[in-house]
């Protein structure tokens, strides 16, 4: 089964910035769209950015212009680039295949607070 570990997330005050990772085990990675997704405390988890095997991009617009995601296929390995970041940027942000599967697959995440 894939594992997806997250790391990179903190406390950071707004206006910082932060760059989260997300490793993949298995080998279906390069052929895979992938996403960030988040869950603010007593929130639904909510999508917030995709990339295509080929590197097309795509993002939710309340982090449009602030957040960059990318990937290394030779890595297995997908990035999300946090600016300007917001009080309500905070959450446990995580990342999965786009769509994720119908199993549940997601790994612990990683928490980013940002303070005002």
């Known amino acids: 089964q894939v594992q997806l570990v997250e790391s990179g997330g903190g406390l950071v005050q707004a206006g910082g910035s932060l760059r989260l990772s997300c490793a993949i085990s298995?080998?279906?990675?390069?052929?895979?769209?992938m996403g960030w997704y988040r869950q603010a405390p007593g929130k639904q988890r909510e999508w917030v950015a995709g990339i295509t095997p080929a590197g097309s991009t795509n993002y939710a617009d309340s982090v449009k212009g602030r957040f960059t995601i990318s990937r290394d296929n030779t890595k297995n390995t997908v990035y999300l680039q946090m600016n300007s970041l917001k009080p309500e940027d905070t959450a446990v942000y995580y990342c999965?295949?786009?769509?994720?599967?119908?199993?549940?697959?997601w790994g612990q995440g990683t928490q980013v607070t940002v303070s005002s």
């Open positions: 298995g080998n279906i990675f390069g052929l895979a769209a």
């Open positions: 999965n295949f786009l769509p994720p599967p119908s199993y549940n697959n």
